[in-house]
């Protein structure tokens, strides 16, 4: 009879210790909820470590002094910034295979800790997330209740539209309200977040200017970003599809134009011996001529710039392995 006391007592004390916890839990996760809405500091697993990515992009980044400079300087200052006012907007611009998914990869990386599986990473492919241009006006209400949603639960956060040429005309237009200084209108949540758009467009002012600065006997690193933003920034406007004709351009929410350049032969050699290496065969230099030998490179007269930057390099080297 005493034992089925003590039993009961244990069973009723731990049911009060278990209710208690779950109260306390509940309403410290409601609490949570509200706090994110009234406040900027629900920053979930934002863990930046912006030296790790200069070193990255230092090291495996080849030929981007540009990108490698304004992304580094631009993220470096804005998350120094604990109520920033305006969200970050990067647009990317170059030929294929230059390194900018690449680098918008390792941007969440040493953001969140992980390129692709954090959950303030939002990665958008028009072809998969947007493809049919007659649904404009839903995956309008659909983005931008997303991106609130998301920047509502995490400040810090990361979207990257990658392909913007492939992306419906007049889509991107939803975000410009996101991406401005409307502190009244808005938390302070939607100016801590960081946006990367990605496209082609702009890519032959690129190419032209990186030609011609070789003709002229510069080096590479002496082009400087003065040389081409404003004429990226009119190519960016000037174009079809994406970002083109945008109230985004136009109202000059982009606060950085980064452009990716065109890659040489050297480029694409550094690209085949870094791959070579990943499968343990870094003295095959016959692979590193056979592969850099198939590219196309362009313009026709001198062959300098890979046509398809290093973005076969990897298929390539399966295949000669
Ligand atoms: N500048 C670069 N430096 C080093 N590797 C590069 C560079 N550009 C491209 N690559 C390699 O080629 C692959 C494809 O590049 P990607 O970033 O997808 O090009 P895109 O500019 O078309 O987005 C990358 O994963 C990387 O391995
Ligand atoms: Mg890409």
Redesign the pocket.
Known sequence: MELVVVWTATFLGFCVVFLTYFTVAVSAFRFKDIYCKISDYCECDFQPDIKGLEWDLYR?????HLAQEIISEALDKFLHNDSPERPLVFSFH?S???????VSSLVGKYLFGSSLSSRSIHHFIPTLHFPDSGQIEQYKKELKSWIEGNLTECARSLFVFDEMDTMPSGLVDVLAPLLGPYHLVYQTNYRKAIYIF?STSGSEIINHVTLEARKSGLDREEIRIEDLENLLSQAAYDCKGGLCHSEVIRTKLISHFVP?MP?TRR?VER?VRQEICHHGQCHRKDIITMVAKTMGYHPESEMLFSHT???T??AKVDYYL
């Open positions: 495996n980044l080849y030929g981007q170059g294929s295979g230059t390194g900018k998914t690449m990605i990716f890659l480029h690209c930057g290093c973005k390099v990897s």
